[in-house]
């Protein structure tokens, strides 16, 4: 049942990740221009994330109908397969955000114009992916709220479940998504939408991130009043600059309850290039965003995804892996830290946390 | 999860019509060679049936991607739609048979090959259609049986709930499905699969009927020991034949409990053949069986549907069709008796019964 009014009027709120999930979704890797070798090497991590993801809650995984057998194939039976057409497997950020009133779960649904439209999309056309976030909806059998036009990913905001949301302005105010709006206007839109008092602005996400700076992947909360960023101490690093100006942020700002919020700095793995070996596997198409040899990644831990007992978190073959399966149990002592070896998926522009989704319970803990 | 065990071995049987549903399944028709017009006559009527089972009962309509948004607009905002690719929309043939154990479902998988496969199968490919059950199965997240090979459609069998199964020999015993076993091996099959004890076989379903004489055209049970035989008493048309033969076998028949089966006639209407007009809104396409002008339809009130509460039925314009309701409601004096013009639905090959599927309520009353 599609909603016209918004989930602050019906006293919906977006729930933090770190809540309890009723389960998670996900969407299957196939295109060649952005997967290499037909996506079967991203494909293999996917189905790991999904089998790691499906020890602690259940798992459904959408497939485009020419690769609904194979995907059944090699996922495991106690993950569900549905199909659902989709430009790409992104589904942090063109799947529904979920609110819950404690009752009843309903999903916003955002317009997806594959992360800046016209202006610096990353492929053409992105109309089934724009659809992904009514049909999960209606599979979940859930009401949904459609934001007439007003585009955001998923991946671009993280909420602490209690009225603050942290985003930033490098994607937010950038101009292939709302340029007719103001910061206001966009600040008003989250209020509504998500249900959240105080928006924190960080400026810029990620050095070189194809999304504009998505905030998920520099940036995440733990809880209420803590929160994990991403971080590097090489001042000769572009992306020095990037953590020092949020640090400064976060430092200043207080979250919607007035609390200063608690920091866990999270190393960066060293830079991490594409190889010609990897570049030369991809599909060369006019419109798509190329994957050249050299080209730095956004690698970052922080791209981690908490379900229910567990923090699932990307691993880079860095000697500063160790150091973040650490940082995340300090931070997440009650929960099992699972890394996953996951440079297949940063080749496609991501990492765990966007290509995953959770559906919060319904019922108050 | 795939079951490699059968209903019997786990306890499972298939519920009557008649017992309590969760959920009625539909797919959405479009293909041009054999909906007339694009196939939006029998969108309309597809719709009329959706809408009419949601009073009583949830409905989904699997759909076809190209299709999403026009069948989404169309359909009430109450009936959920899903995306399923098909070759055509007959789910009550090509959908799962549902099982219970009275505190779980299950679904059956059966073989599926578009009525006769290659001897005399209405249509190629017919690989999407093969998939449906399966599909279906994720998305109720049930288990499945896959019964490796058996062909058999839904609408080739009806049972009692109460160990009873009634088919047509002209279709099981059809060199187009299992020719390579016996009528004893289809037998054990069916015990198997539904778990039921007595197989009563009439010879011959409808006249005409492309089907190869689908059972659910013909005859329906009310609830054990007592069913709906279509009839006509017109010696000049040769149906008159096929339904006293029928009823020669009924009466000499008991079911599994021993009970001889109580029936109710349901006149037929006056033949119904495709005009001129309906047979040129075809395409034409080599393998598609033709809809020719002058074509008699298998038209039949049988072709009913249970749903909680009330029975949807075909009308056709006809002066029987309020006989059929008047039957019907002495048959079912406690639920509602709705009819729906279906001339469209027949014209494509079956009517309402063909194009539902119920999905059991788990619980036993």
């Given at each position: ?134 049909k999960i909806c209606e599979i979940e059998k859930t009401d949904r709220y459609r934001t007439d036009g007003f585009v955001l990913e998923g991946g671009s905001i993280h909420v602490d479940g ?16 709302n340029s007719h709006l103001t910061k206001e206007d966009i600040e008003n839109k989250l209020k509504e939408y998500l249900n959240v008092e105080k928006i924190i602005w960080l400026k810029r ?155 919060p319970k319904a019922e108050e803990m």
């Amino acid at each position: 049942m599609r909603r016209n009014s918004t989930p602050r009027e019906d006293g919906f709120r977006m729930p933090g990740e770190f809540e309890q999930h009723s389960g998670t979704y996900i969407i299957w890797p196939q295109r060649p221009d952005n997967w290499r070798l037909g996506g079967k090497p991203a494909q293999k991590v996917f189905t790991e994330v999904a089998k790691a993801i499906s020890k602690y809650e259940p798992v459904t995984v959408c497939v485009n109908e020419d690769q609904y057998s194979n995907a059944r194939h090699w996922l495991p039976d106690d993950v569900r397969v549905v199909e659902m057409s989709n430009n790409d497997s992104w589904v942090r950020d063109c799947g529904p955000s979920f609110v819950t009133n404690g009752k009843e779960i309903r999903g916003v649904d955002w317009g997806f114009n594959a992360w800046g439209g016209l202006v610096d999309g990353l492929y053409f056309p992105w109309d089934k992916d724009d659809r992904v976030a009514q049909k999960i909806c209606e599979i979940e059998k859930t009401d949904r709220y459609r934001t007439d036009g007003f585009v955001l990913e998923g991946g671009s905001i993280h909420v602490d479940g209690e009225g603050t949301l942290v985003t930033t302005e490098e994607c937010l105010l950038n101009k292939g998504r709302n340029s007719h709006l103001t910061k206001e206007d966009i600040e008003n839109k989250l209020k509504e939408y998500l249900n959240v008092e105080k928006i924190i602005w960080l400026k810029r996400g990620i050095y070189n991130d194809e999304t504009n700076g998505h905030v998920d992947n520099i940036f995440s909360f733990v809880k209420p009043g803590e929160a994990i960023l991403a971080w590097t101490e090489d001042q000769n690093d572009p992306q020095y600059e990037i953590c020092q100006e949020c640090m400064q942020i976060l430092e200043q700002e207080t979250d919607s309850k007035g609390r200063k919020i608690k920091i866990h700095k999270l190393l960066l793995p060293k830079p991490v290039l594409i190889t010609d070996e990897e570049s030369g596997g991809v599909d060369a198409v006019d419109g798509t965003l190329p994957r050249n040899a050299g080209d730095r990644l956004a690698a970052s831990y922080a791209n981690f995804y908490i379900v229910n007992g567990a923090v699932i978190f990307p691993m880079f073959g860095d000697p500063n892996d160790e150091n973040a399966g650490k940082v995340l149990k300090e931070a997440f002592p009650d929960r099992e830290i699972v890394g996953i070896y996951a440079r297949e998926i940063l080749l496609g522009g991501g990492n765990i946390h966007c290509i995953t989704q959770q559906v919060p319970k319904a019922e108050e803990m």
